[in-house]
């Protein structure tokens, strides 16, 4: 599974911990902007990836809906990270969560899914 821009190095023990081989992951740092997107774009559409998690930055509409065709295209799962500032933007995503961390949990509100209405989480326990 291929990381894409990830703000921070992933730690291998704890995505070990969560059952996760760090073996089987890649971490891309392509340069920024248009260049990390295409990167992004390229992997899901390649089919080669179990998934691709994305840190997309200011990505706007056009964007999005190419990196939604080229998700469904290679039936590649994407998860894509915009900041918080971009969540009352349109999104073509089909499912969009908004989360907060807090005291040892994690608030999950749900902005948009297929068919569905808005909902909100509090307090997931993370282990």
């Known amino acids: ?50 998934a691709v998690l994305g ?6 509409d056009p964007m ?12 590649t799962p994407a998860f894509l990270l915009r900041p918080s500032a971009h969540r009352n933007e349109h999104s073509p995503a089909a499912l969009r969560l908004a989360l907060t961390a807090r005291d040892y949990g994690l608030d999950v509100e749900i902005l948009k899914s297929r068919g569905g209405i808005p909902a909100r989480v509090e307090r997931l326990p993370v282990h």
Do not use: N
């Not at 840190?55 to 706007?60: D, I, L, N, P, V």
């Not at 999005?64 to 039936?75: F, I, Q, T």
């Open 1 to 50: 599974m291929p990381g894409f821009a990830p703000p921070h190095l992933p730690y291998a023990p704890a995505l070990a911990d969560a059952g996760l081989d760090p073996a089987r992951m890649l971490v891309i740092r392509p340069r920024a902007g248009v260049d990390r997107l295409w990167a992004m774009e390229q992997a899901l559409r390649s089919g080669a990836c179990a």
């Open 55 to 60: 840190w997309t930055g200011e990505a706007r």
């Open 64 to 75: 999005l809906r190419r990196l939604k065709l080229a998700a469904e295209e290679g039936r």
